[in-house]
């Protein structure tokens, strides 16, 4: 099991620019989810999906932020155009959707900096 | 508004020492509570805790919920240095569909 995959591992872009992110769940989970992780604010959630359906997009910060699932092994979530502020790490999560409780598995997380 | 709340928000100790580290939270319809360990990457699953005064235990690592004072704990003994990371503490209610509520952690430091 390769476990949650995130690409890129760092990214280090200009303010103004369009940065995607990409996320690969585990084969089999049905919920998918977004977080975000600064020192200030912790890890908050930016969205969430079940079977490819975009559930609750409450925590995504504006209308600079989109995110899609196309099909139930890919999720992008996407920023354009990027902001300073928006630097942080992103990780995205999965779990399977009948199991008890909800315990979520974790991605290695994208280290966005935004200059 | 759901709150999760951690103290203390770091902690330092020498190895071999115990640690607490404290959960409380305000949520309504609470479903579990989990615990995570975030070393300098993803952070993984330590436990979930859904019944009061069960305690979960994992070698050195154990919890426990209290539901009616709305906190949880986690107590590490003999403390190694492979323990230093961010614990963190995150509630499922059913208030927030199947996303969980994450506290901003507790940093031990653990020296040799």
């Known amino acids: 099991d390769a476990g949650v995959i995130q690409s890129p591992r760092h990214e280090v872009t200009e303010m103004g620019q369009e940065v995607t992110l990409r996320c690969k769940p585990i084969s089999g989970h049905d919920y998918l989810f977004w977080y975000r992780q600064t020192m200030m604010r912790g890890l908050e959630l930016l969205i969430y999906f079940n079977n490819n359906v975009p559930i609750d997009d409450s925590g995504m910060p504006e209308d600079r932020f989109s995110a899609k699932m196309p099909n139930a092994s890919f999720s992008t979530l996407k920023i354009q155009p990027s902001e300073p502020r928006d630097s942080a790490v992103y990780f995205c999560?999965?779990?399977?959707?009948?199991?008890?409780?909800?315990?979520?598995?974790f991605g290695p997380g994208t280290r966005l900096t935004v200059l | 508004e759901d709150k999760v709340v951690q103290s203390p928000l770091s902690l330092v100790v020498h190895e071999g020492d115990t640690v607490t580290l404290n959960c409380s939270y305000e949520v309504t319809n609470f479903r579990s509570l989990l615990w995570y360990k975030q070393e300098k990457k993803a952070p993984t699953f330590l436990f979930m805790l859904t019944s009061s005064g069960i305690e979960k235990k994992s070698g050195r690592l154990s919890s426990i919920l209290d539901k009616k004072e709305l906190f949880s704990i986690l107590n590490i003994t003999a403390t190694q240095t492979g323990d230093s990371a961010i614990y963190l503490c995150?509630?499922?209610?059913?208030?927030?569909?199947?996303?969980?509520?994450f506290g901003k952690g507790t940093s031990l430091l653990v020296t040799p």
């Open positions: 995150a509630v499922d209610s059913s208030n927030s569909g199947y996303a969980l509520n």
């Open positions: 999560a999965s779990r399977v959707g009948l199991a008890d409780g909800n315990e979520q598995f």
